[in-house]
């Protein structure tokens, strides 16, 4: 690797506690500061970090919810990164007008650089949420080309490929992974695996950070990762029950340089677009790959 090139990603796997939005924000702002102290410029924070998961009623949910980026839960995420010259992906509770969604803020050294929605909305999420209105934007930085997913987005193939077709270089996932039936107890988080498969069969880096700890009977199930364009892990998994960060030194460049895997194949190039839209139906335009 050419340490010019490389950067670190660090992803945060924290406990929020429920409803207490500003405590939460603080508690991962020390992670950010600890991170950036280790390096890091790249960091993702977990699924609706600044609330909470698991509301009650829509009611609640609306209560805790904020305008982005001027709510005060971004303000202070922008102010750390503007200080320390970080780029931040956090989930949060987003409030537009009456709408609620599930969202992440990608956040810059100048700002506010973007936000996504989370498109596949899970389980009680459904009462609450809208689904997401905005696709599968790729956020053009100085450090490379940036997609967002929120966890059960990880579950459909389709997320990650059209990011990738888009240049994406990495997708950060803030996630609150939860267990999934018929797992043995020794065995990876599903998720991981879908993360890892999904890293390789689109050749990009990918930043899972999920939380840990039980939310009004709700377990989560930690084990954030951070997957190379080769699919292997390039940090974590993490522990499933700890607070902790994990930092990998990656040059986002290979995800596309060293996307040809021999004299003849190339993951993306290779598609039978005779056979299947090549945008998968999708009007957004196709990026470098």
């Known amino acids: 690797m050419d340490k010019s090139s490389a950067i670190t990603i660090a992803c945060i796997q924290m406990e929020p506690s429920f409803g207490d939005t500003a405590a939460n924000v603080e508690a991962s702002v020390r992670r950010i500061v600890e991170a950036a102290d280790n390096g890091a410029r790249l960091i993702v924070l977990p699924e609706l970090a600044n609330t909470g998961y698991v509301f009650a009623t829509r009611e609640e949910a609306f209560a805790l919810a904020e305008a982005v980026p001027d709510g005060p839960s971004s303000r202070r995420w922008m102010e750390v990164a503007a200080a320390r010259n970080l780029y931040i992906v956090a989930g949060i509770t987003e409030r537009d007008g ?68 888009q240049g994406a ?73 700890r607070e902790e960060i994990i930092y990998a030194e990656v040059d986002l460049g290979e995800a596309r340089r060293k996307r040809n895997w021999n004299d003849f194949n190339q993951i993306l190039r290779d598609r039978r677009t005779d056979v299947y839209a090549e945008m998968l139906g999708s009007t957004v335009p196709r990026g470098w790959y």
């Open 98 to 165: 009456q709408s609620l969604y599930n969202s992440a803020v990608v956040i810059g050294p100048s700002g506010h650089i973007g936000t996504y929605r989370k498109m596949h909305l899970w389980g009680q999420e459904n009462l609450f949420f809208e689904p997401g209105d905005r696709g599968f934007p790729v956020f053009a930085t100085p450090i490379g080309r940036i997609g967002v997913a929120i966890c059960y987005d990880g579950w459909f193939p389709e997320t990650f490929r059209l990011q990738a077709l």
């Open 169 to 241: 270089d990495i997708v950060c996932v803030p996630t609150n992974w939860v267990p999934i039936p018929g797992q043995a107890p020794d065995r990876e988080a599903m998720a991981n695996i879908l993360v890892m498969a999904a890293a390789h069969s689109n050749s990009i880096f990918i930043a899972a950070a999920d939380r840990v700890g039980t939310e009004r009977g709700q377990p989560f199930v930690g084990q954030s990762l951070i997957a190379s364009y080769t699919g292997w892990p390039a940090a974590g998994p993490a522990s499933r029950d």
